[in-house]
Protein backbone atom coordinates (compact mmCIF):
# COMPACT_ATOMS: atom_id res chain seq x y z
CA UNK A 1 0.00 0.00 0.00
CA UNK A 2 1.47 3.18 -1.10
CA UNK A 3 0.74 6.53 0.56
CA UNK A 4 2.77 8.77 -1.59
CA UNK A 5 5.51 9.11 -3.97
CA UNK A 6 7.41 12.69 -4.52
CA UNK A 7 9.81 12.25 -7.84
CA UNK A 8 13.53 13.13 -7.74
CA UNK A 9 14.12 16.99 -7.42
CA UNK A 10 17.03 17.06 -9.98
CA UNK A 11 17.76 14.04 -12.20
CA UNK A 12 20.83 13.16 -12.15
CA UNK A 13 23.50 12.36 -14.98
CA UNK A 14 26.02 10.39 -13.09
CA UNK A 15 27.22 6.83 -14.44
CA UNK A 16 26.69 3.77 -13.36
CA UNK A 17 27.98 3.04 -10.02
CA UNK A 18 29.91 5.88 -9.55
CA UNK A 19 29.16 6.48 -6.32
CA UNK A 20 29.64 4.90 -3.39
CA UNK A 21 26.41 4.14 -1.32
CA UNK A 22 25.80 5.02 2.58
CA UNK A 23 22.92 3.78 4.59
CA UNK A 24 22.03 6.46 6.98
CA UNK A 25 20.88 4.02 9.78
CA UNK A 26 22.12 1.85 12.62
CA UNK A 27 19.40 -0.41 12.74
CA UNK A 28 20.85 -4.07 12.20
CA UNK A 29 17.18 -5.22 10.63
CA UNK A 30 17.74 -2.42 7.59
CA UNK A 31 21.70 -3.67 6.94
CA UNK A 32 20.34 -6.87 6.64
CA UNK A 33 17.82 -5.77 4.21
CA UNK A 34 20.67 -4.23 1.98
CA UNK A 35 22.77 -6.91 1.91
CA UNK A 36 20.06 -8.31 0.19
CA UNK A 37 20.82 -6.16 -3.01
CA UNK A 38 24.42 -7.55 -3.54
CA UNK A 39 26.18 -3.93 -3.52
CA UNK A 40 28.70 -2.26 -1.84
CA UNK A 41 27.89 0.11 0.71
CA UNK A 42 29.13 1.30 4.16
CA UNK A 43 26.79 2.61 7.03
CA UNK A 44 26.89 5.66 9.50
CA UNK A 45 24.49 6.61 12.56
CA UNK A 46 22.36 10.35 11.63
CA UNK A 47 22.67 12.44 14.20
CA UNK A 48 18.95 13.38 13.98
CA UNK A 49 16.43 14.34 17.00
CA UNK A 50 13.58 12.29 16.59
CA UNK A 51 11.26 13.85 18.83
CA UNK A 52 7.74 14.05 17.05
CA UNK A 53 6.95 18.20 16.02
CA UNK A 54 3.37 19.19 18.18
CA UNK A 55 0.38 17.55 16.67
CA UNK A 56 2.62 15.78 14.07
CA UNK A 57 1.21 12.97 12.05
CA UNK A 58 2.62 9.51 11.96
CA UNK A 59 3.25 9.97 8.27
CA UNK A 60 4.54 13.18 7.96
CA UNK A 61 7.02 12.50 11.41
CA UNK A 62 8.22 9.33 9.33
CA UNK A 63 8.73 11.18 6.00
CA UNK A 64 10.41 14.05 7.95
CA UNK A 65 13.10 11.92 10.27
CA UNK A 66 13.55 9.57 6.87
CA UNK A 67 15.04 12.91 4.85
CA UNK A 68 16.58 14.70 8.01
CA UNK A 69 18.50 11.00 8.39
CA UNK A 70 19.34 11.30 4.68
CA UNK A 71 20.61 14.53 4.77
CA UNK A 72 22.62 14.14 7.95
CA UNK A 73 24.68 11.47 6.88
CA UNK A 74 25.41 13.39 3.03
CA UNK A 75 26.85 16.18 5.01
CA UNK A 76 29.27 14.09 5.64
CA UNK A 77 29.05 12.09 2.65
CA UNK A 78 28.68 14.48 -0.05
CA UNK A 79 29.98 12.59 -2.98
CA UNK A 80 27.65 9.65 -2.38
CA UNK A 81 24.23 8.09 -2.11
CA UNK A 82 23.12 8.66 0.97
CA UNK A 83 20.01 6.16 2.06
CA UNK A 84 17.72 7.34 5.25
CA UNK A 85 14.43 5.47 6.47
CA UNK A 86 12.32 5.77 9.34
CA UNK A 87 9.05 3.82 10.89
CA UNK A 88 6.18 4.89 12.84
CA UNK A 89 3.58 2.89 13.65
CA UNK A 90 -0.10 4.64 13.64
CA UNK A 91 -2.32 3.62 16.12
CA UNK A 92 -5.56 5.73 15.21
CA UNK A 93 -3.35 8.86 14.13
CA UNK A 94 -0.91 8.37 17.57
CA UNK A 95 2.29 7.51 16.65
CA UNK A 96 3.64 4.26 18.21
CA UNK A 97 7.59 4.24 18.40
CA UNK A 98 10.24 1.65 19.43
CA UNK A 99 9.17 0.84 22.96
CA UNK A 100 12.98 0.39 24.31
CA UNK A 101 11.73 -1.69 27.59
CA UNK A 102 9.78 -4.65 28.59
CA UNK A 103 6.73 -2.86 30.35
CA UNK A 104 6.42 0.15 27.61
CA UNK A 105 6.02 -2.71 24.99
CA UNK A 106 3.48 -4.45 27.13
CA UNK A 107 1.76 -1.30 27.24
CA UNK A 108 2.01 -0.83 22.98
CA UNK A 109 1.17 -4.39 22.63
CA UNK A 110 -2.60 -4.06 24.63
CA UNK A 111 -3.11 -1.56 22.77
CA UNK A 112 -2.85 -2.91 19.38
CA UNK A 113 -4.61 -6.71 20.35
CA UNK A 114 -7.76 -6.49 18.21
CA UNK A 115 -7.18 -3.35 16.01
CA UNK A 116 -5.59 -2.04 12.78
CA UNK A 117 -1.97 -0.27 13.20
CA UNK A 118 -0.59 1.33 9.72
CA UNK A 119 3.06 1.01 9.88
CA UNK A 120 4.42 4.04 8.00
CA UNK A 121 7.88 3.12 6.69
CA UNK A 122 9.34 6.43 4.88
CA UNK A 123 12.24 6.37 2.60
CA UNK A 124 14.85 8.96 1.32
CA UNK A 125 17.59 8.80 -0.72
CA UNK A 126 19.77 11.97 -1.38
CA UNK A 127 22.98 12.67 -3.36
CA UNK A 128 24.64 16.48 -2.87
CA UNK A 129 26.98 15.92 -5.65
CA UNK A 130 24.39 15.63 -8.22
CA UNK A 131 21.53 17.57 -6.21
CA UNK A 132 19.18 14.03 -6.16
CA UNK A 133 16.83 14.01 -3.83
CA UNK A 134 13.61 11.51 -3.20
CA UNK A 135 11.23 11.11 -0.76
CA UNK A 136 8.75 7.92 -0.48
CA UNK A 137 6.76 5.90 1.79
CA UNK A 138 5.33 2.59 2.22
CA UNK A 139 2.32 2.29 4.32
CA UNK A 140 1.89 -1.06 5.44
CA UNK A 141 -1.81 -1.88 6.97
CA UNK A 142 -1.92 -4.61 9.77
CA UNK A 143 -4.44 -5.85 12.00
CA UNK A 144 -3.56 -6.88 15.21
CA UNK A 145 -5.47 -10.31 16.82
CA UNK A 146 -7.20 -9.98 19.64
CA UNK A 147 -4.14 -11.13 21.68
CA UNK A 148 -3.99 -11.88 25.68
CA UNK A 149 -1.65 -11.19 28.10
CA UNK A 150 -0.17 -14.48 28.56
CA UNK A 151 0.43 -14.44 24.19
CA UNK A 152 1.99 -10.94 24.82
CA UNK A 153 3.98 -11.67 27.76
CA UNK A 154 5.39 -15.29 25.44
CA UNK A 155 5.66 -12.83 22.74
CA UNK A 156 7.73 -10.97 24.45
CA UNK A 157 10.09 -12.74 26.39
CA UNK A 158 11.23 -15.02 23.35
CA UNK A 159 11.87 -11.80 20.85
CA UNK A 160 12.71 -8.98 22.96
CA UNK A 161 11.59 -6.57 20.10
CA UNK A 162 12.26 -3.69 22.54
CA UNK A 163 14.30 -1.66 19.15
CA UNK A 164 10.92 -2.49 16.63
CA UNK A 165 8.54 -0.10 15.86
CA UNK A 166 5.25 -0.99 17.98
CA UNK A 167 7.22 -3.76 19.36
CA UNK A 168 6.13 -5.67 15.99
CA UNK A 169 8.90 -8.30 14.49
CA UNK A 170 7.01 -9.78 12.45
CA UNK A 171 9.86 -11.49 10.59
CA UNK A 172 9.98 -13.27 13.96
CA UNK A 173 7.80 -14.57 16.00
CA UNK A 174 5.83 -11.41 15.41
CA UNK A 175 3.95 -12.87 12.52
CA UNK A 176 1.83 -15.11 15.25
CA UNK A 177 -0.01 -11.81 16.41
CA UNK A 178 -1.21 -11.06 13.43
CA UNK A 179 -4.36 -11.58 11.35
CA UNK A 180 -2.89 -9.81 8.34
CA UNK A 181 -0.74 -7.61 6.34
CA UNK A 182 -1.47 -5.27 3.89
CA UNK A 183 0.98 -3.85 1.88
CA UNK A 184 3.32 -3.42 -1.68
CA UNK A 185 6.33 -3.64 -0.70
CA UNK A 186 7.51 -6.94 1.06
CA UNK A 187 10.33 -5.56 3.27
CA UNK A 188 8.54 -2.38 4.46
CA UNK A 189 6.97 -3.74 7.60
CA UNK A 190 10.78 -5.14 8.38
CA UNK A 191 12.02 -1.36 8.33
CA UNK A 192 13.04 -0.58 4.75
CA UNK A 193 10.89 -1.27 1.54
CA UNK A 194 13.77 -2.80 -0.91
CA UNK A 195 11.40 -2.25 -3.96
CA UNK A 196 11.42 1.37 -3.79
CA UNK A 197 14.97 1.63 -2.44
CA UNK A 198 16.09 -0.17 -5.49
CA UNK A 199 14.50 1.95 -7.96
CA UNK A 200 15.55 5.19 -6.07
CA UNK A 201 18.78 3.60 -6.28
CA UNK A 202 18.75 3.58 -10.05
CA UNK A 203 17.51 6.52 -10.38
CA UNK A 204 20.22 8.11 -8.53
CA UNK A 205 22.52 6.69 -11.26
CA UNK A 206 23.54 2.48 -8.55
CA UNK A 207 23.68 -0.26 -11.37
CA UNK A 208 22.05 -2.71 -8.80
CA UNK A 209 22.19 -5.65 -12.30
Request: glycine fraction near 6%; charge should be negative; hydrophobic fraction near 40%.
Amino acid sequence: MSISSSPPSSPTNASPISRTVVLGSTSRYRRELMERLRIPFTVEAPDVDETPAAEESPRSLALRLALAKAKAVAQKHPESVVIGSDQVADLAGHPLGKPGEHARAVQQLRQMRGQTVIFQTALAVVCLATGFESVDLAAVRVVFRDLSDDEIESYLQAEKPYDCAGSAKSEGLGITLLESIDNDDPTALVGLPLIRTARMLRQAGVKLL
